[in-house]
Structures are given as C-alpha cells and as structure tokens.
C-alpha cells in the first residue's frame, strides 16, 4: 500500500514569501505529526492532529506557522512571510490510532524547504 | 526535560560486521516506549525497531536488536552482519507517556549517528 507522500519535495521560497506543504498520511492513520528537521539535527516536534482536531501545537516557532487537517486526512503546513530560520527539511508522520500497536510513526519523505 | 543523546556522531564498519550505536535517554516517566528510525541520503525516516519500558526481554527485529538497559536508561542499537545498504543516519527516539500508542505519541528525537559501512 501507498505511505505517506509530500509535495513539493523541495521548496524555494524568497523571504518574506508564504509557502504550503502538504502532507497526504497513510490511509486510515488517525494521527498525524509533523517535524522540523534542521542540517545535521533530529527532527523536532512541531504539531499533532488526532483526525481533524489539532490537539497539539506546541511545536511550531511562531504564529508565521499554520497547520491544518479539515477532512482529517490531508494535511498542509502553512508557513508565512518566510524567514531563513525557517530552512529545513519539514517532515510529516501518521500513525494507527490511539492505544492501537506500538504507535510506531511512518514517515514522508519529506519538503526540502530553502529560504534565499 | 526530556532528552535523547546520541554521542556518537559518526561510526564506521566493515561490511559484515556487528556495529553498536549508541543511544542513552532521560525522562522522569515510569512509562516510555524508545525507537530507532533510519534516514538514508533519500531522506525517509524508516522505523526500525521498538523497546517498550516495562519489557523485559531486548528487542529484536531481524539484523536489529536493541540492548536496554533500564537502569544506566541506554538503549543501544546492535546491527548485526552489515550490509552496504545499512549507510545511513540514525536516530534513537523516545515517546513519554505510555508504551503502547496510549499517548499522544509525539517523538523525541537525539542528533543522530552517521553510520558508513566500508566494503
């Protein structure tokens, strides 16, 4: 079956400009994450949705930063008036629901995000 | 606050091999669960094997077993046999708050190892 897929893989933005990131999780996945993940660090955690209802957004550095889920299953990761802090790699995951296996995460393969 | 190290920022190996990365963490919960994902050049994060608090035997999952050690809090990552393909980064992870997907699930994560393994 298909895994979690993003778009755009890589992203060029010029400061100041807004950029969206999307996220589509494995089908049925009722959480879903995403990740900041700077040169050469591990992934940080930025936002958790639990279906449509964003439980969690205590990851994201600033109000430039916006995700949503409305349907519960897509998500996009709005970022905006870009600032070159805001280059890395944004990574989204989905897991099973709540209490259900190991709660193993699967990855995307990621937006490459590049501020100039 | 919670914390994952990884001190090792690079390890070789030659092919064949059995390889430990290293991997201590700190948290104040009796209940945790501890991952390790592999992200090669592609830049996927795959997610390798899991260790829940309250198990009692280490975990295995094929080449990959995982040496827990509750008490010095080391979860370490043994590959056994590497393979060309095994080159990647790796990251040890810890989720609070439950073993079992019980918790919101969010992963902490350390720096990484740059594992290469030479032909």
């Known amino acids: 079956g298909a895994g979690v897929s993003q778009s755009p893989r890589y992203k060029v933005a010029k400061r100041g400009q807004d950029v969206a990131l999307r996220c589509d999780p494995i089908s049925g996945h009722v959480s879903l994450f995403w990740y900041q993940q700077a040169l050469g660090q591990g992934p940080e955690f930025l936002t958790y949705f639990q279906n449509e209802a964003q439980l969690d957004k205590s990851g994201l550095p600033s109000d430039r930063f916006f995700a949503e889920r409305p349907e519960g299953s897509v998500s996009t990761l709005k970022i905006q008036r870009t600032q070159q802090e805001d280059s890395a790699v944004y990574l989204c995951?989905?897991?099973?629901?709540?209490?259900?296996?190991?709660?193993?995460?699967?990855f995307g393969p990621g937006t490459r995000l590049t501020v100039t | 606050a919670q914390k994952i190290t990884q001190t090792q920022p690079g390890m070789f190996v030659q092919e064949k091999e059995a390889v430990t990365l290293d991997c201590t963490y700190d948290t104040s919960d009796q209940s945790y669960g501890l991952f390790w994902y592999k992200q090669p050049s592609s830049g996927e994060m795959i997610f390798l094997i899991y260790?829940?608090?309250?198990?009692?035997q280490n975990a295995t999952e094929g080449r990959y077993s995982l040496n827990f050690q509750k008490a010095r809090k080391s979860a370490n990552l043994v590959i056994s046999a590497s393979q060309l393909g095994d080159s990647a980064m790796y990251f040890c992870a810890m989720r609070e708050g439950g073993e079992y997907g019980g918790s919101q699930g969010n992963l902490i994560f350390g720096k990484g190892t740059k594992l290469s393994v030479k032909p």
């Open positions: 995951a989905s897991s099973l629901a709540l209490g259900t296996g190991l709660g193993e995460q699967y």
């Open positions: 260790q829940g608090s309250y198990d009692e």
